[in-house]
């Protein structure tokens, strides 16, 4: 019995020092979210949505302005929303903290659109941008400076607080970057013409018919019957825009900023989740309450009104050659351009092999043509002289690629097309067999037999594997499934497991991706080595156009070499868009 008190108490002591008792143990320290300052109170609401069943904080929303924000990514932070378009330098920057951008994704959720706007007895309906942007400098002082303005009225400017997003919208998109009238912030001006809510802005503006004001604009808000709304003039235009829904999910309203949220490549699982949270339909009532115009929305509005145009027969027309492997693939690419750009026809001319597609393309003038591969002198076999007349434009889209990977824990890092060839075929069943030196063999436990994994062979990675990887020699001893997901889920619990599966699929915690080829020479499977060709299992799809193309097909162009425009949609084919 002393002995079995003396076991016990030891065993307490035991248990304390480890922190199994003690209430200092270690809690995982919140992931950090780099926001713009006045975005802050809406990403907190976001972040509080989605982690509402969480006992620890699992993310601290950190503020900075927002030229700071992708510093704050490259630094610590795994996710970020800044407002406006990554300059040259941001991209730069993140590119050499992350060693390229492989692996970063980036989308709208959003935008804050501001509108101005007068009382409703002022004469004035509608200014140009020049003009609205020397009100807001001070340097147009009298409205009789103005067309149809009363001369001799002086100009009262009232605003949201310059920590506003309508203050920082305003002074980037129109004043570049230039601070708005210095008198705005002379605290002894009577009344104060800084405001500090939307509300008291519009109020201001409704008692003063010399006055002019700026706020956050919301479809759902209801003004005072004393306001009248602005229409503004782009430069070369004679039509003036107010916002509505339709010109702002156009994008005519140029009083606007979006708000992106970008994605470090080396984001966990949790904060990948997040990210997709962000873009779901479920962020549009805090979007709204924030007064902020969800993208999701915007898409689906304009996407109802092009296809009813569509259907009444407006929209120009644009032919696309290619192989039938890619028919519907790129009519999925089209209808994306018309529910997000504008009604377009896209004609598909379908043809059994490249070569026929390559002989179909050189007899138009304007076209885009879609192959799995790149023009070679097999195919121009029927049409080289005329193709070298045409002399076409080449562009990648993206790349296809199988993973071959294995359990996160297995030791090899690489393997040669030959042993990926042994193991799948069935020749090679150990991994001591494989192994590069004893310990990377030894180490496993039981028989060390290889458990095959792999997707069935009608599935696009499954015909890509055996052609590229296998020399289209069967498969033996590989158990064959049909999603992506269930292959990854049964490599992540099987120490002795390898698999190939499509690329899309991963990344995954619970397996990694094995380098291809010999020695030094492997190459592992990133979004650029499928881009540029140098992962063996990879191939591209290729586009190719004329010296000199309509309008309509140069548009549809340049949105389809849009990643961000074109990445949903390609990665259902199993096609990874190319980083520009």
């Not at 926001?35 to 069943?53: D, H």
């Not at 606007?256 to 966990?268: D, F, G, N, T």
Request: with cysteine; charged share 20%; net charge positive.
């Amino acid at each position: 019995m002393k002995y079995a008190s003396r076991f016990l108490s030891l065993l307490v002591v035991v248990l304390v020092n480890t922190g199994v008792f003690s209430d200092k143990q270690k809690t995982p320290q919140p992931i950090p979210v780099c926001v713009s300052t006045y975005s802050q109170p809406l990403v907190e609401e976001l972040v509080r949505s989605f982690t509402k069943m969480e006992t620890q904080p699992v993310f601290h929303v950190v503020g900075v302005a927002n030229n700071q924000v992708t510093a704050g990514l490259a630094k610590d932070s795994q996710l970020a929303l800044r407002r406006g378009p990554l300059s040259v330098p941001d991209y730069h920057h993140l590119s050499k903290a992350f060693s390229g951008l492989a692996g970063m994704r980036t989308k709208v959720i959003g935008r804050y659109v501001v509108f101005v706007f007068v009382h409703e007895k002022n004469p004035v309906r509608q200014l140009n941008l020049e003009h609205l942007s020397k009100i807001f400098l001070g340097t147009i002082k009298d409205w009789g400076d103005l067309p149809r303005g009363d001369k001799g009225k002086p100009i009262q400017l009232f605003c949201p607080y310059y920590t506003s997003a309508a203050y920082h919208i305003v002074r980037d998109t129109l004043l570049e970057g230039a601070d708005l009238d210095p008198k705005l912030k002379d605290w002894s001006a009577k009344p104060l013409r800084m405001k500090a809510s939307p509300q008291a802005v519009l109020h201001a503006v409704s008692q003063d018919r010399n006055a002019i004001g700026f706020c956050l604009f919301s479809l759902q808000r209801k003004l005072p019957k004393e306001i009248q709304i602005l229409g503004l003039l782009r430069k070369g235009t004679t039509e003036a825009v107010e916002p509505s829904e339709d010109t702002i999910a156009e994008g005519v309203y140029p009083l606007y900023q979006e708000i992106s949220v970008l994605l470090s490549p080396k984001a966990v699982e949790k904060t990948r989740g997040l990210y997709d949270f962000l873009l779901s339909s479920s962020c549009v009532p805090s979007l709204q309450k924030h007064l902020v115009y969800p993208e999701c929305v915007r898409r689906k509005y304009l996407a109802d009104k092009h296809l009813k145009q569509l259907k009444e027969g407006m929209g120009q027309r644009v032919e696309l050659v290619g192989c039938s492997s890619e028919k519907k693939m790129m009519r999925d690419v089209a209808l994306e351009y018309v529910k997000l750009v504008e009604p377009l026809k896209a004609d598909f001319s379908s043809n059994s092999s490249p070569v026929a597609a390559v002989s179909g393309f050189v007899n138009r003038e304007d076209a885009i043509l879609i192959l799995p591969q790149k023009v070679d002198p097999k195919t121009l076999r029927t049409c080289k002289d005329k193709w070298e007349e045409l002399s076409p434009n080449e562009y990648v889209l993206g790349g296809r690629a199988v993973a071959v990977i294995t359990h996160a824990e297995n030791p090899i890092s690489s393997l040669t097309n030959e042993q990926v060839r042994s193991i799948f075929t069935g020749r090679t069943r150990s991994w001591n067999d494989l192994a590069a030196s004893p310990s990377e063999g030894n180490t496993r436990k039981g028989k060390n037999e290889i458990h095959g994994y792999g997707l069935v062979g009608t599935s696009p990675a499954g015909k890509l594997f055996s052609r590229m990887a296998l020399s289209a020699m069967p498969t033996s001893r590989v158990r064959k499934s049909r999603t992506a997901a269930e292959v990854i889920s049964q490599v992540a619990s099987d120490r002795q497991a390898i698999a190939f599966v499509d690329c899309t699929a991963l990344p995954h915690p619970g397996c990694k991706s094995i380098a291809i080829g010999p020695g030094k020479q492997a190459v592992l499977l990133t979004p650029k080595t499928i881009a540029n060709g140098t992962y063996p299992y990879a191939e591209q799809v290729y586009l190719y156009t004329p010296q000199n193309i309509s309008t309509p097909t140069e548009k549809l162009l340049a949105f389809m070499l849009k990643p961000e425009n074109v990445t949903d949609t390609l990665l259902q084919y199993g096609i990874i868009p190319t980083e520009r």
